[in-house]
């Protein structure tokens, strides 16, 4: 038994020298492996870009306060009303964290039967966890999916885009943030799994001379995260080997995303499944609100809230997006000069623009050609 190892081990030892390799051993092994993995991570697969292969294009308007979201509570009439609208460009991020804390409003008020106006992201994370602290919900709503803001978002993790302006920020407000923002961001990571309406994906940020403009995202995140309180993924700069792109300054970070349609289709259904009611209704004034039975009344209608309650501080900021028909076997997306797009199950969907105050919800070709030139672009510096 013994003989047949140490045969064996001469046998290997022979080999393994005869190919060469004996002197480096192990780390020869390792670095082809390595080098394996480097050069798979060159070949990213290509978005087939042509403006044959447009399948959808959306403009959405976000709600934007320059004061930030508006989370609280008012009496009116007969009512106590509950803000929780005016995310800008961060809804979908902070959709479970101001449902939490507009909740805790919701329970100062001894009542069991809760009206809930708007059918969005807000509006849904809002009623689901009103449902799961034991309220009876009922929508009211003008439109569903997929006639809302939220059906018209990127789905990507934000939560400080477009949030607020930088100078309105406040101990109260970034206090608020800290707590939306950590409340959602774990409550998304427990989604992970069920049939991807939550996902990861790698993301790629290649720096060109054209930065992104009116996010104001950098100056905003100095002042509202802490050292605990910082859920964006960090990017790593690529060395040339790593960088699949012909670009010098690629950075690579994961991102986490959400897929839109089966995302608000769980939430609708799941809010019907434990006894919630929907019902449709466009509320013009504040007296629309208060002839509705329920005494609270949570109002999660984003935009809405310029005509009904005459707030004035709302303003849209219209983005437009444009989809490429879906190609499965694209695993990452990628960002450069104000333009990304990101292989989402309902297309490959491209987007970047912001324009302040703008109503329009024509999609312009002009924003269309600059997409499908930006993502050309991209793709004719991928390696090969
Ligand atoms: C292009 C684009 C990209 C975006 N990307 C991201 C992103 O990557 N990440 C992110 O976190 N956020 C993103 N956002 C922002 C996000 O989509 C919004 O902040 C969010 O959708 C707002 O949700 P909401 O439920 O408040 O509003 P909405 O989705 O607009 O829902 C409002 C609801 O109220 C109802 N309503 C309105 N008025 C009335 C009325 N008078 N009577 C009755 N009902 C009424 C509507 O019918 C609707 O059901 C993006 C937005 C856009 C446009």
Redesign the pocket.
Known sequence: MYTHRRDFIKKVTVAALGAGLMATGTTAVANSVADFNIHSRLKLPKVNVSSTRVIKE??????FRKTGPRIEKQALGSKTIVH????????????WGTALIASELVDQTQEKKIGL????????ATARTLQQKGYEVTI?????YP?????????????T??LILPQHVTPAFAAMYQKACTHSYRTFQRLLGINQVVDWMDNYSIRSGEQRRGDYSDELRSKLETPEVNFYPKGVPLSRRENPFKFDHVSKSPTTI?NIPSYLKMMRDDFLLAGGKIEF????KPE?VDALPQKCVVN??????Q??FGDNDLMP?????CFLIPQPELTYRANMGGVYFIPRRDGIMI?G??IDGNWDTAPDPAVKEKYLTGVEEMMQNLRS
């Open positions: 959306t403009v959405g308007l976000r709600p929780n609208y005016g995310h800008g460009g961060s809804g979908w991020s902070l959709s106006m708007g059918c969005g992201v807000v509006g849904l009211y709503t003008k439109d569903s006639n809302i803001t939220s059906a018209m978002a990127t789905g990507t993790w934000s939560p885009s477009r959400f209704k466009d509320f013009k629309d999660c209608t984003g935009l809405g809230s005509e009904i900021v219209s983005g437009q997006l987007g623009n912001g």
